[in-house]
Nanobody, 125 residues
């Protein structure tokens, strides 16, 4: 049974940093695409980053490129999203997901079938 559990969200000031964690169970990270998505109030869910770790290929939304980094812990079945230089517009519920690798269009949520419960990130002074 595939399970994903996010943690690490919270309140941070603009310009600050947060690292989100996603602990996976029931599958091996190398066998799936892993994505981070977010949804702000009143907005559609959007892709933030996606990666196929076994291929060492990652993609980022333009809005976070250069500020966010997706990574994994080789000793654990865990994925991270390091978020730097946070802006108020980064405020959202963040989700990790596992799904089918489709290359450069992996930021579309329809390719992901397993989702975590989400963690709230609020960027505010």
């Amino acid at each position: 049974q595939v399970q994903l559990v996010e943690s690490g969200g919270g309140l941070v000031q603009p310009g600050g940093s947060l690292t989100l964690s996603c602990t996976a169970s029931g599958f091996t990270l190398d066998d799936y695409a892993i994505g981070w998505f977010r949804q702000a109030p009143g907005k559609e869910r959007e892709g933030v980053s996606c990666m196929r770790f076994s291929y060492r290929i990652a993609y980022y939304a333009d809005s976070v490129k250069g500020r966010f980094t997706i990574s994994r812990d080789n000793g654990k079945n865990a994925v991270y999203l390091q978020m730097n230089s946070l802006k108020p517009e980064d405020t959202a519920v963040y989700y990790c997901a596992a799904g089918r690798w489709v290359g450069s269009i992996c930021l579309r949520d329809r390719f992901f079938g397993s989702w975590g419960q989400g963690t709230q990130v609020t960027v505010s002074s």
